[in-house]
């Protein structure tokens, strides 16, 4: 694992909301006709989906209707329930991640989790940013210490916890222990950023804080993130997938669903008459 640079190698031009969609080359992921069932109950339903580089993602949809259970097919977790049955494809960097010969090691190294709470290791908050480098081999602790603080910088957290490095992360406020985990997804150099409804346990202020991150780390990373929170779509992505009943009913620019949706569900869901 190469160790965290100052900017992460990155000359893809980032695109205005209201061009043209990017080329194939800028395509992380891609479904195909991608379905998901949990023993009998269908729970994603041909999905097709193209998430861009540098983009930030929203997925948007009442509960219950495949919206995190999808995120969790990018990256495999979803395999980790026995009854759970595939079918289509889900192409990372064009290779299909479903092939027998794709070691699920690689792909979650590549692509990091924030889950909906907190959810620090109980040691310190160095430890908790180092665990992942150390676990990839790294011991020097000149090269961890390098880590570790430029990780807690790229979260926006560094400030608030430097002189605190060797304390407990449960002494951290919810919002800090929420930029500590992104942190420590951080550490890995993922490519992908995978956050499921990561606000909706924090407060105010720390959404904010949150949603300003999000904003600066999608020059380096690729963002996809399930919310409940309209606005919170519309603030901060780039483009917004709403799902409903395990389907994708419409996909497009945020500003275009949220302004000009293409279905009526669309629109009912977004202004409120369900979900």
Same mark, same amino acid.
């Given at each position: 694992?190469?160790? !965290?640079?100052?900017?992460? @190698?990155?000359?893809?031009? $980032?695109?205005?909301?209201?061009?043209?969609? #990017?080329?194939?080359?800028?395509?992380?992921? &891609?479904?195909?006709?991608?379905?998901?069932?949990?023993?009998?109950?269908?729970? =994603?339903?041909?999905?097709?989906?193209?998430?861009?580089? $540098?983009?930030?993602?929203?997925?948007?949809?009442?509960?219950?209707?495949?919206?995190?259970?999808?995120? @969790?097919?990018? $990256?495999? #977790?979803?395999?980790?329930?026995?009854?759970?049955?595939?079918?289509?494809?889900?192409?990372?960097?064009?290779?299909?991640?479903?092939?027998?010969?794709?070691?699920?090691?690689?792909?979650?190294?590549?692509?990091?989790?924030?889950?909906?709470?907190?959810?620090?290791?109980?040691?310190?908050?160095?430890?908790?940013?180092?665990?992942?480098?150390?676990?990839?081999?790294?011991?020097?602790? @000149?090269?961890?210490?390098?880590?570790?603080?430029?990780?807690?910088?790229?979260?926006?957290?560094?400030?608030?916890?430097?002189?605190?490095? @060797?304390? $407990?992360?449960?002494?951290?406020?919810?919002?800090?222990?929420?930029? +500590?985990?992104?942190?420590?997804?951080?550490?890995?150099?993922?490519?992908?950023?995978? #956050?499921?409804?990561?606000?909706?346990? =924090?407060?105010?202020?720390?959404? !904010?804080?949150?949603?300003? +991150?999000?904003?600066?780390?999608?020059?380096?990373?690729?963002?996809?993130?399930?919310?409940?929170?309209?606005?919170?779509?519309?603030?901060?992505? &780039?483009?917004?997938?709403?799902?409903?009943?395990?389907?994708?009913?419409?996909?497009?620019?945020?500003?275009?669903?949220?302004?000009?949706?293409?279905?009526?569900?669309?629109?009912?869901?977004?202004?409120?008459?369900?979900?």
């Amino acid at each position: 694992m190469a160790v !965290l640079s100052d900017s992460k @190698k990155n000359n893809v031009t $980032n695109f205005e909301r209201d061009e043209k969609p #990017m080329d194939k080359k800028d395509i992380v992921y &891609d479904t195909k006709d991608l379905n998901l069932w949990y023993g009998e109950d269908h729970a =994603l339903k041909n999905i097709n989906l193209s998430i861009f580089q $540098n983009e930030v993602t929203a997925i948007i949809g009442p509960s219950g209707c495949g919206k995190s259970t999808f995120i @969790k097919t990018l $990256n495999r #977790m979803v395999e980790l329930i026995p009854v759970v049955r595939i079918s289509g494809d889900i192409r990372y960097r064009d290779k299909s991640i479903l092939d027998k010969s794709y070691k699920v090691e690689d792909l979650r190294t590549r692509v990091g989790m924030v889950f909906q709470k907190p959810n620090p290791f109980p040691k310190s908050i160095y430890d908790n940013i180092a665990y992942g480098p150390k676990i990839h081999g790294i011991r020097d602790k @000149k090269i961890l210490d390098e880590i570790v603080e430029r990780s807690l910088r790229g979260a926006a957290i560094w400030d608030e916890v430097k002189d605190r490095l @060797k304390e $407990n992360a449960y002494g951290l406020s919810g919002g800090q222990q929420q930029r +500590l985990c992104i942190a420590r997804c951080l550490a890995i150099e993922p490519d992908v950023i995978l #956050m499921d409804e990561p606000t909706s346990a =924090l407060d105010p202020i720390s959404t !904010l804080k949150v949603e300003e +991150l999000i904003q600066d780390l999608k020059k380096d990373y690729s963002i996809i993130i399930v919310t409940h929170n309209m606005q919170q779509a519309a603030r901060i992505s &780039d483009r917004t997938a709403f799902f409903l009943n395990g389907e994708v009913v419409e996909f497009d620019v945020t500003d275009k669903i949220f302004a000009n949706p293409n279905d009526k569900r669309t629109e009912d869901y977004i202004t409120g008459r369900f979900g």
